[in-house]
């Protein structure tokens, strides 16, 4: 399998730890996302790491027990270790206070703590078996302060640190989920939910183990990720994942179903809003995306994979140690290994090799293995990084070897301004509302973020449009017809043409002598009025004579006065031209010389210069008699000019009668 076969692989810089061994212990943190390695239970050494921060925390410990659980509160201020299941030690790590550990048994009874969760810097959440409990941590006081605790029965929990939500398994069978919200000090009960299973299980024993159900947020909405081994319906085989949506407020509800196809061991990953599905029997993976159109039958949505099962991208260990040691060749990583531990949303732990590692999914070999063109929009644009890969979609769509038909090509028009629309609108009305001034209703009037799936005219036409019309090889009606498609979809979203895209179609029609084309599309208004494009037919009139009055009709059209076009024509160089409208109107007994001279002697076109400068001498001889400048209309400069050009014999003499 090729290297562009592979859409998914681990991330190129991982985090290196300590293995686990027998004397090593290694936890995870999900919430701020470290590695603990614990050597003798602290006493030789805990070294901490994360995949942002380099510079590993080391520190040691004194060895009081086992370490069933170590995690550092947000921003590492405050170390929290379980070494029982009754109480939960702590070690200020902020400069200038007490080294010395204090210690919080749980409240409840006859209750064992099954771990803890930091919700904040200085908060944690102890969860028993009977319930959960809700403190402030004093660290200066060096002890904790209980702000609010609940009784339920509890079999396991799960904590979503981006979420701030714990899951608590409640019941006799485990599926019934209470959801606990934590923000600024307070802890919300959320309404309880219960997990439909593959069968009424006959025994009343644990039947929802915590392997199978997994938290993350997925298009900035909270999911509960159920791996149902088998599915409900018996004429249907192969696990499938059942997506709960769980909102801040109101009731959980079952969304959508991922269809597996297959049995075996499974593990889920989410990243960039996809669905990771990996398989440990075939040792591949496959990713869904909830945003793409699924199967709706009146309450859920089905979704089958994107794309085709693939493996990871093979990994290779690079050897560490001195310089000359590691000209050994780099080792094969085991992917899907039986020692790898998945955490949300990206995580990969192999705790053998020593190894933390984020997922990643690479784009550009998607654009291969999804072939029809608007699902493979659909998908792209809801990705992070996709705009370079969508524009060489777009480029490869109007290649030789692959292209794609006008209808096709349409729609991915349509979708790209689709996007671009929203976000000109969101920002309109941005604008809008900040120029309204500070208002009761939007105290939190943010910007709208610009994406990378807002792909707007100037991408496109550098990237894409003005590329393609380089193409010798394409046929001029294809050309110009893509070009139109393009400026239909965006008069269709209402977008304004910019004129360079215009001048483009303008350019194109010319280049092959389509001048009646090109009549027509100035004649229906299909090529927007503006000025530039003024000036761009105004150019052509050596080549199209009709071009001129095309030209001018525009700037009538744009209410333009009559000295702003000339102003515009001569800012184009267009001399010639800017005298010959000013002639046509009679206005050229009135006119700046010095302007006209000015612009001429710009184009360094010497001829054009001794045809101004000589219209100008045979006004001033109409209107006064004499061919010369007076001192007024300061020529002197381009008098001389000319004089030095041409030679004195080249003035005009007065004529006498």
Same mark, same amino acid.
């Given at each position: ?347 990969? %732990? ?234 046509? %109107? ?72």
């Amino acid at each position: 399998m090729g290297q562009e076969d592979y859409y998914l692989e681990l991330c190129d810089r991982p985090v290196h730890f300590e293995k686990a061994n027998p004397v090593n212990c290694v936890f995870f943190d999900e919430a701020n996302k470290q590695v603990f390695a614990v050597r003798s239970g602290g006493a030789t050494g805990v070294v901490v790491k994360g995949p942002d921060d380099r510079n590993p925390i080391s520190f040691r410990m004194e060895d009081k027990g086992e370490v069933k659980c170590i995690k550092f509160s947000l921003e590492n201020k405050i170390l929290a270790v379980q070494r029982t299941s009754k109480t939960v030690d702590f070690s200020n790590f902020i400069p200038d206070s007490s080294q010395l550990e204090y210690t919080q048994e749980c409240k409840t009874k006859n209750a064992n703590i099954l771990g803890f969760c930091w919700t904040s810097s200085t908060e944690i959440v102890f969860i028993t078996d009977q319930g959960i409990e809700f403190y402030q941590v004093l660290p200066e006081k060096r002890n904790l302060k209980l702000l609010k605790s609940q009784n339920i029965n509890v079999n396991w929990y799960m904590y979503c640190p981006e979420g701030a939500v714990i899951l608590l398994s409640t019941t006799v069978l485990g599926n019934v989920l209470q959801p606990f919200y934590f923000r600024a000090g307070t802890m919300s009960k959320l309404p309880k939910f219960e997990i439909e299973l593959p069968a009424a299980p006959k025994s009343t024993k644990l039947s929802l183990s915590e392997r199978d159900i997994a938290m993350a947020t997925i298009y900035g909405q909270l999911y509960v990720l159920f791996l149902r081994h088998h599915s409900r319906t018996s004429n249907s085989t192969g696990a499938e994942v059942v997506l709960y949506h769980l909102p801040r407020e109101g009731a959980c509800k079952k969304m959508h179903i991922l269809k597996l196809n297959r049995t075996g061991k499974f593990a889920l990953n989410v990243v960039d809003n996809l669905v990771v599905v990996h398989h440990q029997d075939t040792e591949t993976s496959v990713i869904f995306d909830i945003k793409l159109r699924g199967e709706f039958d009146g309450t859920v949505t089905f979704h089958h994979p994107v794309l085709p099962a693939r493996s990871i991208q093979p990994y290779q260990i690079p050897v560490a140690g001195p310089a000359p040691v590691t000209s050994q060749s780099p080792i094969p990583c085991k992917l899907y290994s039986s020692s790898w531990i998945v955490f949300q949303p990206d995580i990969i %732990i192999s705790a053998s090799q020593g190894y933390l590692w984020n997922l990643q999914v690479k784009l550009q070999p998607i654009v291969n293995l999804l072939p029809d063109k608007g699902r493979l929009m659909d998908f792209l644009l809801q990705r992070k990084e996709c705009k370079m890969v969508i524009l060489s979609v777009c480029s490869q769509m109007l290649s030789e070897s692959d292209r794609a038909t006008l209808p096709v090509i349409a729609t991915v028009f349509d979708k790209l301004n689709h996007e671009y629309k929203k976000y000109l609108d969101a920002e309109q009305s941005y604008t809008t509302a900040v120029e309204a001034g500070p208002s009761r209703c939007s105290p939190l009037l943010k910007r709208p973020v610009r994406t990378q799936a807002v792909v707007d005219q100037s991408d496109m036409y550098t990237h894409v449009l003005s590329v393609f019309t380089e193409k010798k090889e394409m046929p001029h009606k294809f050309v110009i017809a893509v070009l139109m498609e393009y400026i239909r979809s965006l008069n269709q979203f209402q977008i304004t043409v910019q004129h360079y895209l215009h001048e483009l179609v303008i350019k194109t029609l010319v280049q092959h002598n389509l001048f009646y084309m090109l009549h027509q599309f100035l004649q229906y208004h299909v090529l927007s009025d503006s000025k530039p494009l003024a000036c761009l037919l105004l150019s052509l009139e050596s080549f199209y004579p009709p071009a001129h009055q095309l030209s001018l009709d525009m700037l009538k059209r744009l209410s333009t006065a009559n000295d702003e076009i000339v102003e515009v024509l001569l800012s184009k160089h267009q001399v010639l031209a800017a005298l010959r409208f000013i002639r046509g %109107i009679g206005g050229h007994d009135n006119i700046s010389a010095r302007k006209f001279l000015d612009a001429a002697k710009q184009t360094e076109d010497n001829m054009l210069f001794y045809t101004i400068f000589r219209f100008f001498e045979q006004r001033n001889q109409r209107l006064r008699g004499n061919p010369n400048f007076t001192p007024g209309e300061h020529c002197e400069e381009h008098v001389a000019f000319f004089k030095q050009v041409f030679g004195d014999q080249a003035l005009m003499r007065p004529t006498t009668f």
